[in-house]
């Protein structure tokens, strides 16, 4: 891969990676960490040319994302009487914290998928190439995420007045 | 009520809320560990001992060790293997295979002025040799006559370069820095900013410049804003312009030091028993004035600290100073030092039980492999 073709493709897809990453893993740091992970292996041995090399590097990164998660749940597990005792977030408002709980509480293979449309704005089959499921399951799958979102959403509305 | 199906638009506004695109110096700092991570690993993988034989390794060991005049020694940590040199500012081996020297560099400065709407006006145009591990002070000469209206100002940068493929970019990240920008209309505006930032950065592909403004661009209706640019190369020639010489203004004085460019650290963090276990990949390498987020229990942001390294004041010896914040930035926060006499130091972690934060220094470097 050459670097301007490597350069534009970060430019143009880190941050939306980190999106994706952040909603799918719940975790700045974890997302920060597999985004630039997956693009030093793009660089290193990913495909050359675009539209390939995004597809790839958000495949990469799902996958380190959420094999960090599981180390991470690993540890959870094994710290939970260690916890830091504040984990208020006051600057967050209502909104941001109920979508954040409302993200949290879908599938796993719901939530990528609605996380990929909404911030890399891929189409089916290009969220089916990174996730390795057929576009009309895709197409399902993005159905159902957002019927979901909005049960979760208004459920969540309900319990807070 | 959230209508998702009628308003798709504010779903995705709240999501983009809830997660938020990074900014423009996230952004560049990734694109920095992205070439840091590249060159480290290229390194280990060249850089095992299986890799190369007995015969090289000790040649390439004694070049090293004998061009800058020092002595071999073995780090704490295996397979680091440490040169101590008493002469600052060139390459410090810091892998069993010998890293080449850094080059020596040729720094342009050009000063300019800027207003929002009007042409930016150049105050001057000056050039400096830069040894490999140096860092640059700017700072201005005298104050300014009243007749004309230049900026009096401090800098302390540290300009890196990260290269991808064939092209270079250049990244500046400033901390204590300070100006005084007079109006025409003879007031003075001044700025201040400590911490370390992002100033700016640019590529040197085909003789591009940096473009920095150290203390933000120019707003319309603002004060006039201070732009640098920066041409980083290893041939150049030597340029020394200034705009207000025959105004009786000192020129713009570059100055360059040798600093601690980076550090191999461990960290760990005790857990509610006590017991100690690591937080971050071992070693792990930090850069002078990059931030460094350590996960110490928790969820984000606050089982989280965002630990930024600050070298010592420009042109002095003396400890690696840290500062850290929890990952939302709010208080409490904290700070520690580490130096070659003191290379471990245990402090608490505010805002938790008593938990603690040990970290070690295992090898501190003078300049950065190229």
Known sequence: ?161 | MMEFEENRERARLLLARAYPAPEAADLERAWENIGLLRRQRRQARGGRWRAITVRAAAAALLIAGGAVGGRLAFGPEAPVLRIDRSIIGTSRASLPSAVPAGRERWLRVRLWRENAGLDPFLLEDRSVRVPPGHDVRLSSGREASDAFAFPRFDVDLVIRTMRFGSSDRVVAVGAEMSAFMPEYDGRDDHGRFSGARVAGNGLLRGGESAHLYPFGPPREGGGPALKLELWLDSAMAEVARSAGLANGYEPMVIETAPRIQGAFLRWEASDSTGAWRIVKDRPHFQLTRGTVNILVGGPYPRGHLNVTMQPPPFGRRGPLCFRWVWGDGRPPQGGFCLSEQQPTVVTPIHGTNGRLLRVTLLEALDSLPP
């Open chain 1, 1 to 161: 891969m050459s670097a301007e073709v490597f350069e534009t493709c970060f430019r143009d897809r880190y941050a939306a990676l980190v999106q994706v990453l952040h909603g799918l893993t719940g975790n700045r740091s974890t997302a920060e960490d597999a985004a630039q992970e997956a693009f030093l292996r793009l660089w290193e041995k990913g495909p050359a040319a675009r539209p390939d090399a995004d597809h790839w590097v958000f495949r990469v990164a799902r996958n380190v994302a959420l094999d960090e998660l599981k180390r991470e749940r690993r540890r959870a597990r094994r710290d939970a009487l260690s916890e830091p005792v504040d984990h208020t977030r006051p600057f967050e408002d209502d909104d941001v914290q109920r979508v954040r709980t409302v993200v949290a509480s879908m599938r796993p293979r719901d939530r990528e998928v609605l996380l990929l449309r909404a911030f890399a704005n891929l189409s089916g089959a290009e969220i089916a190439k990174v996730v390795g499921r057929r576009a009309n399951a895709v197409k399902q799958d993005l159905f159902r995420a957002r019927e979901r979102l909005r049960e979760l959403w208004l459920k969540q509305e309900g319990a807070s007045r």
